[in-house]
C-alpha cells in the first residue's frame, strides 16, 4: 500500500521560532513536493525535490527551505517562523517529474502564535 | 491570473443522484493534464481522476467520470449514484505540457450528499 507520512500532524510554534515538518514516503519516489493549504486557495507549492539534494522553488518559497539527503525523506524547514505561515502543509510524491499522478500525505497544521 | 477556476464554493444533493462539478482552465499549451482530487474530512487528499488533454474519450473510473469540453477550456466531474461517503471538498488541477513542474489547483467544490 502506497504510503506518505507527515510528522508532526499538528504543531504550535511562537513567531520567530524554526519549525521542522517531516515527510516521508516507502515508494522509492524521485519527486516529492511541499504544498500549503489556505482556505479558498487551494493548494499552492512551495518546493520540488526531483532527487536527493536536487530541489526547486515553487510558487511560495519566500520563507521556507527544505532538505532532501534520502530519497525517501523530505523536510520543509520555516526559520524564524512569522503568523501569516499558519496554515496546513502537505507533502506529496510521484515516480519521476514525468508522471502524473501525486500521492499526498496527511498533511501538517501548523499554528503560529 | 488564477489558472484553475471552480466557481462552485458548495453543492448539497441527495444520495443516489447525480451530481456535476465545474472546472475551468486556462492555459496556453497544446498539451496538458487535467486532474480531479478528493479531500475527505479527515484531510486526506486522494487521486480520482485524469484527463489528457489530446484524448477526445471523456475519462470514466468507477462512479467517476469526466466531462471534457476542450473548445470551452472546461473539465466537469460527474459523479453517478451519489454516496453519503462521496461527501468531500473536490479539486481540480491542471498540469501544462511545458512546465510538469507545477500542479495548478482550483479553490475547491464542498459536497455534502444528504441522505
Known amino acids: 500500500d502506497m504510503k506518505v507520512t507527515q510528522m508532526p500532524r499538528y504543531l504550535i510554534k511562537r513567531m520567530g521560532e524554526n519549525v521542522l515538518l517531516e515527510c516521508g514516503q516507502d515508494m522509492s519516489h524521485e519527486t516529492m513536493y511541499w504544498y500549503r493549504q489556505d482556505p479558498g486557495l487551494g493548494l499552492q507549492l512551495i518546493y520540488i525535490?526531483?532527487?536527493?539534494?536536487?530541489?526547486s522553488e515553487g510558487d511560495i518559497p519566500k520563507g521556507y527551505r527544505v532538505s532532501r539527503k534520502k530519497r525517501e525523506h523530505f523536510s520543509l524547514i520555516l526559520d524564524s517562523a512569522k503568523t501569516n505561515q499558519t496554515s496546513v502543509y502537505f507533502c506529496?510524491?510521484?515516480?519521476?517529474?514525468?508522471?502524473?499522478?501525486?500521492?499526498f500525505g496527511p498533511g501538517t497544521r501548523l499554528t503560529v502564535l | 491570473a488564477q489558472k484553475v477556476t471552480q466557481t462552485q464554493t458548495s453543492i448539497s444533493v441527495m444520495e443516489k443522484t447525480t451530481v456535476t462539478m465545474d472546472c475551468v482552465y486556462e492555459t496556453q499549451d497544446s498539451s496538458y493534464f487535467l486532474f480531479w482530487y478528493k479531500q475527505t474530512a479527515s484531510g486526506e487528499i486522494v487521486f480520482l481522476i485524469r484527463q489528457d488533454s489530446y484524448k477526445k474519450e471523456n475519462a470514466t473510473v468507477g462512479h467517476y467520470s469526466l466531462n471534457f469540453q476542450k473548445p470551452k477550456s472546461s473539465i466537469g466531474l460527474i459523479i453517478t449514484a451519489t454516496q453519503i461517503e462521496d461527501s468531500a471538498v473536490y479539486f481540480c488541477a491542471m498540469r501544462e505540457g511545458s512546465n510538469y513542474n507545477v500542479l495548478y489547483f482550483g479553490s475547491g467544490t464542498k459536497l455534502t450528499v444528504e441522505p
Open positions: 525535490s526531483y532527487d536527493v539534494d536536487s530541489n
Open positions: 506529496a510524491s510521484s515516480w519521476d517529474r514525468g508522471t502524473l499522478e501525486q500521492y
